[in-house]
């Protein structure tokens, strides 16, 4: 039975993916908006809901591992999807964007995500006001300054056309938006219930759950939309949606650790969240130098850079493990 109400779930959040990544490009054609903002920004945003929901229950049922452990192993998911997607995709060249937000979103992700691990392996007990910790108001910061650096920057290149047919309007866009988020409020929770119950069959240990098993169903929405918005053509929503989710979920930390009152979140889990974080940073960093560099395919039968991040992943799923264990 409780397959069957996976299997559901997720069928609902890939039929929401797809309906947020067509209503999100036709927002950003009806309105001017690069596909880049609204797929780092608006996307993003309603993509993350399950992780918002999800670890805001695990941190009330007194669980911070579950909930650290799902944001990284997300931000690692969100990477595998990207290059799994660019290696099934190979002459859309989705890991070489040249859209500067594009850049710079990966950046203000790789930032964020580092400082979280920093945080985590620093141990500082302590707090600001008694409520809030170091940790929490650093990427409170870092968050705040890369959401003003955002809208002043001016995109290098011009947009690419998506062809999706007759565009529809903007109120029409805008209420299909509002259904897929609210498909995915109602679908995601039912989703990750019924892997949480799944994985606890297995007994494993708590941050391994949240990296693999609960990272992977929270990021089914990333999926859907990501592969939803590569048919249509909107590559830059795509690849935006994607490392805008990842800084999304890492600021998600300022939330779970108000929330979380027993101590300050971030020096309270294991040591392991912070090997899942360097390894999230360190995929996010292939995929920001090839970016920069945008080094020739042609040599190679394979984008070099996805076969790195695919590989990376795997690593980083038996390191977390291993350091879990000990």
């Known amino acids: 039975m409780v397959w069957l109400i996976f299997l559901l779930a997720a069928a609902a959040v890939f039929a929401a993916g797809s309906v947020l990544a067509h209503s999100g490009a036709t927002i950003a054609d009806r309105t001017g908006l690069s596909h880049v903002r609204v797929g780092a920004l608006l996307v993003a945003a309603a993509t993350s809901l399950p992780e918002v929901t999800t ?182 929503l795509a690849v935006g949606n994607l490392y805008g989710s990842n800084a999304i979920n890492i600021s998600i930390l300022i939330w779970l650790d108000a929330l979380y009152t027993k101590a300050p979140l971030l020096e309270s889990v294991d040591v392991s969240n912070a090997v899942a974080a360097i390894i999230a940073m360190l995929l996010m960093m292939v995929g920001l130098i090839d970016m920069v560099l945008r080094a020739e395919q042609k040599r190679f039968p394979v984008d070099p850079a996805a076969a790195i991040i695919l590989g990376g992943y795997v690593l980083g799923l038996v390191l977390v493990w291993q350091v879990g264990v000990q």
């Not at 998911?77 to 937000?101: D, K, S, T």
């Not at 209420?175 to 007994?203: C, H, K, M, N, Y």
């Open 55 to 236: 670890d805001t229950v695990a941190v009330l049922r007194d669980s911070p591992e579950l909930a650290t452990g799902d944001l990284f192993g997300s931000n690692m998911a969100n990477m595998a999807i990207l290059a799994l997607l660019a290696l099934l995709f190979q002459r859309a060249r989705l890991i070489q964007r040249e859209a500067l937000g594009i850049l710079l979103t990966a950046s203000v992700a790789i930032v964020l995500t580092g400082l979280a691990a920093l945080f985590i392996i620093a141990r500082l007990d302590a707090s600001i006001a008694g409520a809030f910790s170091y940790g929490s108001v650093t990427l409170f910061v870092v968050a705040v300054l890369g959401l003003y650096l955002f809208p002043a920057h001016r995109e290098t290149v011009g947009r690419v056309d998506v062809v999706v047919g007759e565009l529809p309007s903007l109120r029409r866009a805008t209420v299909a938006f509002a259904a897929g988020t609210g498909l995915i409020l109602v679908a995601a929770p039912i989703l990750v219930w019924s892997a949480q119950d799944i994985t606890e069959i297995t007994g494993l240990e708590e941050t391994f759950v949240g990296v693999l098993g609960l990272a992977l169903t929270t990021s089914l929405p990333e999926l859907a939309t990501t592969v939803a918005a590569v048919r249509l053509g909107a590559l830059d």
